[in-house]
């Protein structure tokens, strides 16, 4: 069987621990033998992060803005026990967020739908995407105990030296205190990605904050969101028979818990933190999520929504059997060829990656599954595999279908 050829490369970013011996394993199994896999490839790991300063990171991104689209396996972002671990020059930065920062992007999580793992809201039957704002707020925020009686201001000095200030809090006792920013650009970026990844996918787009508290701050966000849809696209959601809407992030929680799903949940930085991992949990599984940051340019870079699994890796490296979900790492890669073939009108790439996805959904759902899995399915006398042995099960069913 001749293998389906490619006419532009992937960026491939390569990663840590236990999801870097699954990388290998889906290209090994999955990829290569059916592909002729093009990619330019950026080993971030972090010994070679440490090795070259972090320049294979920012190298990494500019090469995404080239190509248009990468696939990323997970990484340590180092705390200091990594730190000292890996004998690292200093605490380098998350990779993610050095990305995330060049390409200007935002991050859309989904849930992966399997029979036989059941959402815990029993109304969900579609999924449910988050849209993270992955700038600013409480993540770049200046804080400060305060030790005493005394008058805390936010004070603003133009370039010209004039200022002005607001008034925090008068303190009569110690407390604490946050000052937090975020940049008009960077959330005209954030609703831009919003509206156009709606398009891509057809789904309805919901956005919320809390304005009626936060009404400088929040109402900043759902202005430049009302404001930007009314100008470049209401006309292309009504074409295309799909919403926008605002909302109150309480009343968003209340009807999010009634949908039936199906949509995109537009969140700011710290809301959409949070109920990603609501949501993850709630469909079934972190290793059950797709991840994909967009930049407004039109820049994919998919991803894993779940860490680099570091107890499974040491158990590995101990020797000991593990049973580590791939199936967010398999569809990382198979969003990626998808939206490679896509921009390259290469119709047999997108088609692999459809018949790939319901490989690994059927796979699941025929009883074969990872451990994780088994303690939450509904389906009866599952056969637990292991990771390399599961990877093997996708590929037979892939094979025979």
Avoid at 14 to 21: A, L, N, P
Avoid at 271 to 289: C, K, R, T, W, Y
């Amino acid at each position: 069987m001749s293998k389906i050829a490619m006419t532009t490369p992937l960026v491939e970013m390569d990663g840590d621990e236990m999801t870097r011996i699954i990388w290998k394993y889906i290209k090994d199994e999955l990829l290569i033998p059916f592909i002729d896999l093009k990619t330019e490839y950026y080993d971030l790991g972090l010994p070679h992060r440490n090795e070259t300063d972090d320049k294979v990171t920012f190298d990494s991104a500019y090469a995404t803005q080239k190509y248009g689209v990468a696939v990323k396996c997970a990484t340590i972002t180092p705390n200091a026990a990594r730190v000292e671990e890996y004998n690292l020059k200093e605490m380098w930065k998350s990779p993610n967020g050095t990305i995330r920062a060049i390409l200007d992007g935002t991050v859309f999580r989904a849930p992966i739908i399997v029979k036989g793992i059941e959402p815990c809201v029993k109304n969900w039957k579609a999924p449910i995407t988050i849209a993270r704002h992955a700038y600013g707020d409480v993540y770049k925020a200046s804080e400060m105990k305060i030790p005493g009686a005394g008058k805390v201001e936010l004070v603003y000095t133009a370039e010209d030296g004039t200022t002005e200030s607001v008034l925090v809090h008068e303190f009569k006792s110690a407390g604490i205190v946050q000052g937090m920013h975020n940049l008009n650009p960077s959330i005209e970026s954030f609703a831009r990605s919003c509206f156009n990844y709606a398009l891509d996918t057809k789904q309805s787009l919901w956005f919320a904050t809390k304005d009626t508290i936060s009404k400088k701050y929040d109402h900043t966000f759902k202005d430049i969101f009302q404001e930007i849809f009314d100008a470049e696209y209401k006309e292309k959601f009504d074409a295309a028979g799909i919403e926008y809407f605002y909302t109150l992030i309480d009343d968003a929680v209340a009807r999010v818990m009634k949908s039936k799903g199906g949509f995109i949940w537009a969140c700011k930085n710290y809301d959409g933190d949070v109920m990603s991992d609501m949501l993850s949990s709630a469909f079934g599984s972190l290793a059950m999520m797709t991840s994909v940051l967009v930049s407004p340019s039109g820049v994919y870079e998919y991803e894993a929504a779940h860490g680099t699994v570091q107890r499974h890796y040491y158990k590995h490296l101990a020797g000991e059997e593990t049973s580590t979900n791939p199936v967010a790492t398999i569809f990382a890669w198979t969003g990626a060829l998808r939206k490679r073939g896509e921009l390259d009108g290469n119709k047999e790439l997108m088609e692999f990656a459809d018949k790939l996805e319901k490989a690994t959904i059927a796979t699941i759902e025929s009883g074969k599954m990872t451990k994780d899995l088994a303690l939450i399915t509904e389906l009866p006398d599952v056969t637990v595999l292991n990771t390399e042995n599961f990877i093997k099960a996708i590929r037979t069913t892939l094979t025979e279908m």
